[in-house]
């Protein structure tokens, strides 16, 4: 499905699809999902022009499906050959692809999840910024001020840096803020590859589609495949942005951010708004956040311990904080320099488990049970103290924070009969 319009329409022909009519923007899209959690749901905004679809990826089959793999190897390997050898990008007509449209920013789906969230929200956003020569693409939640004002939070990566320099020249970033994308451009643009790699070559090595066209206005670079795109500048202009319920379910405060300020917007020639609505704390948010971050900790892991069998950013932890790593043992002290390279991969992670190969890493409980008869406190576990970390830990606000390692694994020179669990006979 190269366009979300296509994916949508796929959608409305399958029997694990709800669709939930016209619904208000203030907390009912959140209580549909909620409440249709193993379907599909389509529906549109009250008011607005805009086709919507949320829970895309209710799990890990559905991303399987969308990418063309049939196991975690193949959807790692189809990821990676992606992230290393990103498209060659075609640029074509702009006036071939999209048409001015007069909108304001009131026109656009915003939604209110949660009560505790500070206005309505756009959740799947994707803005593309060039700054001397470089390009990047990636996600940002944006929060509803007025008809030419938004807030958008920016963590310190690619785009901050971006910012950063642009400001320290004294000017605004131009940007071209993307709605509508295909999910293979969603993907591309959670993955953070290093600085200099376009993620819009990622995606569209993905999807087979390597189109983009330029923005009129600032000459920026956007996938033909989006629905709209709205070029603008992130100013030096700062207001308040938040509370926002984020990927843990736990409320992120509020805060000052720099003001988004639309110039110009331009729709898809076809003429059709599609949205992907994200609903925070969800299964489209857990996968398209966390997932793409898993074959980064695959191919670390696998450096240092080449049985690696399995990698999992679990969804207790918002598939973010917390990580499973399932290994084949071969040398002794591999289960720790396993741990450490997830951790390396994935600095946001906050606790790493490794266990046996004999162990679903999908599986709570065989984990737990790992942990419980593998490990020996005063030798397997671990804790790293003052390390980069995730600021949506709210027990690391600075970005700084405790790591802690488990290693549940039998210990290497012990026969597998004191540790292996007794079959159904």
Known sequence: MTTLASLVDSLKGRKDTFFAGDLDPEY?????????????????????????????????????????????????????RAYYSPSQLEVVDFAGSFRRADMALRDLPFIKFYREDGGPYLTSAVFIACWEGVCNSSFHRVMYIGDDRATLRIVPRHLHYMVKKAFEAGRDLPVAMVLGLDVYQEIAAAMSPPYGVF??????????????????????????????????????????????????????????????????????????????????????????????????????????????????????????????????????????SAALAALTAHPSMKVVVVVDEDIDVDDPLQVEWAIATRSKPGEDVVVLRNAKASTLDPRSPEGVGDKLIVIATKPFNEPWSKYRRAGVP
């Open 28 to 80: 009912e899209p959140t209580r549909a999902v909620y409440g249709h959690r193993r379907e599909r749901v389509v529906f549109r905004l009250k008011g607005k022009e805009w086709e919507c679809a949320s829970n895309i990826l209710r799990d890990r089959g559905d991303v399987y499906e969308l990418v063309g793999a049939r196991s975690d190897s193949e959807l790692y390997e189809k990821l990676l």
């Open 199 to 336: 993620e819009v070559g990622i995606g569209a090595a993905l999807s087979g589609v390597n189109r983009v066209a330029k923005t009129p206005v600032f000459n920026i670079p956007v996938p033909v495949t989006a629905s709209l795109v709205v070029e603008g500048v992130i100013s030096r202009e700062e207001d308040w942005e938040g509370p926002f319920v984020d990927i843990l379910g736990l409320v992120d405060e509020r805060r000052r951010q720099n003001v988004f300020k639309p110039v110009a917007y331009y729709v898809n020639a076809q003429g059709r708004l599609v949205y992907h609505a994200i609903v925070p704390a969800t299964s489209d948010h857990f996968y398209l956040m966390g997932l793409p971050r898993e074959p980064l900790i695959y191919e670390s892991v696998k450096r240092v311990a080449p049985g690696v069998r399995a990698v999992r950013l679990a969804v207790s932890g918002g598939s973010w904080l917390i990580g499973v790593i399932a290994i084949e043992q071969s040398t002794r002290g591999e289960a720790l």
